[in-house]
């Protein structure tokens, strides 16, 4: 679990909290105008208050934009439209491993809570592994940081002041990685695409958290966990969510529960490919079953 403090924690914004935070399958939205992160990993989607604000603001973004070469030209869809069919019958995946390890026992019992939540409304309940969990991470990393030091290499090389210290680690971090284990992380990329893919042959949505942990105090760069293993907070935050970043498959986070302290606790829901009104449709049902809504996080000065 990760250690608790009387710290002060970084102030929620008014509204919902956790916000649904939607992530759209790779190409469905254009990066035009973004600055970029990761080029092949980089994809673009809102934060609002609810799904169907979600729904309603991915309608408006989705669509082929040639300035992006990795837009996809597909078909107009109004993504609200099946928000409201429930999801009775929908086979939801639940991993047993991978979104499993070192999780923090509250968020995982608000995971739990959030699956009886499925089973109730008629959802069929299936239980999945996740294919090729052990390069996720290095895979992840290489790509990204590689790719993020080759967009920053100019500016670090000009303007090293403007970055902070965690900032420039990883860049320079990246700097060091050979281009053989850059292109080796992409065909293990391919290998775990491919994979997830059979996994989706069997289920509909895949379920896990969000993050596994709750928020840390602002200074607290270490997540502990039980049995002494220790896990820098920006690992930690980002290590669930590397499959859907890795796969580009649509991904959505709607707030699943609170801890004792009242931090939110986010859920995680991933689709097949250009599958985004499954998933929304999924969130929705989960939303208009629970009262997660818009409840706020406690503020505390510093």
């Known amino acids: 679990m990760s250690s608790l403090s009387s710290r002060p924690r970084r102030p929620s914004p008014p509204g919902s909290s956790p916000p649904w935070s939607w992530s759209p399958p790779c190409g ?57 069919v429930g999801v009775q019958g929908l086979r939801i995946g639940v991993p047993d491993n991978y979104f499993t390890d070192d999780v923090d026992p509250q968020v995982a019992a608000a995971v739990a809570e959030a699956v009886e939540v499925y089973r109730e409304a008629g959802a069929r309940i299936v239980p999945v592994t996740a294919p090729l969990a052990d390069r996720y991470k290095a895979a992840e990393w290489a790509i990204m940081l590689s790719e993020a030091s080759a967009y920053h290499r100019e500016t670090m090389r000009s303007h090293y002041e403007l970055y902070t210290d965690d900032v420039r680690a990883f860049l320079e971090v990246g700097e060091t990685i050979l281009a053989a284990d850059y292109i080796d992380a992409h065909r293990h990329r391919q290998q775990i695409k491919a994979a997830w893919q059979r996994v989706f042959s069997e289920v509909d949505v895949v379920l896990a958290p969000t993050t596994p942990m709750p928020a840390v105090p602002a200074d607290g760069l270490t997540v502990e966990w039980p049995g002494g293993a220790s896990e820098h907070a920006t690992e930690a935050y980002t290590r669930l969510c590397i499959p859907g970043n890795l796969t580009g498959l649509p991904a959505i986070s709607v707030p699943c529960g609170s801890t004792t302290e009242g931090l939110p606790i986010g859920l995680q829901l991933m689709g097949r490919a250009f599958e985004e009104a499954t998933v929304l449709r999924a969130a929705h049902g989960f939303e208009t079953a629970t009262d997660h809504v818009g409840r706020l996080a406690p503020v505390t000065a510093g």
């Open 28 to 84: 469905r939205t254009s990066r035009y105008g973004v600055a970029s992160l990761s080029w092949s990993l980089d994809h673009v989607g809102p934060i609002t208050r609810s799904v169907r604000d979600a729904a309603v603001v991915l309608t408006a973004l989705a669509g082929h934009d040639p300035r992006d070469p990795a837009s996809v030209d597909r078909p107009d869809e109004d993504f609200t439209t099946g928000l409201e």
